[in-house]
């Protein structure tokens, strides 16, 4: 189910790893829809580290919900999900394959944290980042200077060419020691 007023969107899910994917492409489009396109890669990184934590580590069930949030020029993004074990980030050894996500979520935000559900049994972790919207472009034409000229980029110019109507000339022959040079 997916519900959202003008800043405010909700999913909730079972995380497993197809809706994990599909779960990015949402929290993608939501932030375009709210111009926010220069928080995407770090918001649908983050959203997929906290949702890997709840396929790899949540108990009884995989069942979550994510909610996306823009409110006072902040972006927060949380996953609440019912196993009230509360997250805790390490250090990963080097050669670890696993056991770097929260550190992500650390890295590509500017907070982070992660409580008990105030309402019930499970827990919220969240991350945040400031928000600003990509700026328009200006609504009438800019002069960049009277008396300098503005080079246009050029147009792009398609063209068909009939393949058989194109000869094809056979490489000549050449014989040894004749060559250039």
Do not use: Y
């Not at 902040?74 to 050894?93: C, G, I, K, M, Y």
């Not at 000549?172 to 020691?177: D, F, S």
């Amino acid at each position: 189910m997916i519900t959202h007023s003008r800043r405010h969107c909700v999913v909730e899910l079972q995380a497993l790893p197809a809706r994990i994917g599909q779960v990015r492409r949402i929290v993608s489009a939501q932030l375009r829809h709210w111009q926010l396109d220069p928080l995407i890669d770090r918001a649908a990184l983050g959203v997929t580290e906290l949702l890997s934590n709840v396929h790899r580590h949540a108990q009884p069930d995989k069942v979550c919900v994510v909610e996306i949030e823009l409110r006072l020029g902040r972006l927060t993004v949380s996953v609440h999900d019912s196993d009230p074990r509360l997250p805790v980030r390490r250090e990963a050894d080097g050669l670890e394959t696993c056991g770097r996500g929260l550190a992500l979520v650390e890295a590509v935000s500017e907070a982070w944290g992660a409580r008990p559900q105030p309402d019930g049994p499970g827990k919220v972790v969240w991350f945040s980042m400031r928000a600003a919207p990509v700026a328009a472009a200006p609504p009438h034409t800019v002069r960049i200077g009277v008396n300098k000229p503005v080079r246009e980029p050029a147009r792009a110019v398609l063209t068909t060419v009939d393949a058989q109507a194109v000869p094809t000339a056979a490489p000549a022959p050449v014989a040894a020691g004749t060559g250039p040079g």
